[in-house]
């Protein structure tokens, strides 16, 4: 095995945090992996495991082994008249795959393009976006158990998918290596596109006859308008989850505030909340090295020297202030190692 010492991990994390790993390997088997985790065990290391990185903050140097997921490969395993089921490597990147689904014509997951990270982390996750998520087009997974080295097929049930949740965010957190996903896609569209701007878009762009890939390039102009390109500065997208809040909560605020936006939910209301973090004043505000974007108030940004640490507190401060303005909690969608 290729196991490096002491590497840094700017280049593979979006926010270009400047932190160091102890030990780094990249895997792109099965095999290499059970073989990388057996080393850590029997050299007593932590683990982190590293897919795109577009959804964690490092606030310190990582004193164990990093393991990048590079397994890749998109396959057709089967298909009927309806669907195709496709199993697709953990380590291949998310758009990627949605490019190649509009190329195949397959669709389902047009509506989630340009969403960074790679494939492994989009269960985890249940990654929505444009009124899509994962879960409507997931089939299964296979993933490595941390301890027993033995891989396990988990269903969509298994999975218990909530509002940007997984089972593997919670009483699995850290204890399986997502390593392959099963995707149901369509092979007769079924248009999402009363969400957002889509028709904006595409009434501009003059489309009367709808496509997967029509449909793709309007949700892919709506990102690159609205969230900065990580190359160019670093960030992880949405920092925040949505929040939930109750009919009677929400009724309250309206009262107060009568133009805040609100999504019925069969748990509540859902609220932007990039619409409550501009409300409270944090909009295209910077503090040093980080700051909150001027055009999506959703995204915190490292405008080049940040520290993890530094991102962290204006995270703390913005979910202070949208506390004390509106009472609703803010919880990050970034994971903070």
Known sequence: MNIQENISLKPLNTFG???????????DSEM????????????NQNVLILGGGSNILLTKDFDGLVIKIEIK?????????NYIWVKVGAGEGWHDLVRYAIDKNWAGIENLSLIPGTVGASPMQNIGAYGVEIKEVFESLDALNRSSVQMETFSAEACKFGYRESVF??????????????????????????????QDVLKEKGIT???????????????????????????AGSFFKNPTISHKQFTELRSVFPEMPGYPTPDGVKVPAGWLIEQAGWKGKRIGEVGVHAKQALVLVNYGNGEGSDIKSLSEKVGQSVMEKFKVQLQPEVNFI
């Open 17 to 27: 945090i400047a932190k160091n790993a102890r030990f780094f390997i990249a895997v």
């Open 73 to 81: 490969g998109i396959n057709l395993i089967r298909e009927d008249e």
């Open 209 to 235: 006859e709808l496509s997967i890939k029509a449909v793709s390039d309007a949700v892919s102009e709506i990102r690159m308008s609205k969230l900065p390109d990580p190359k160019k500065i670093g960030n």
């Open 32 to 43: 290499q992996l059970k073989q990388a985790l057996v080393w850590a065990k029997n050299h």
């Open 169 to 198: 965010k919670h009483e699995l957190k850290d204890k399986y290596v997502i390593c392959t996903v099963v995707f149901r896609l369509k092979k007769n569209p079924d248009f999402r596109i009363e969400y957002g701007a889509i």
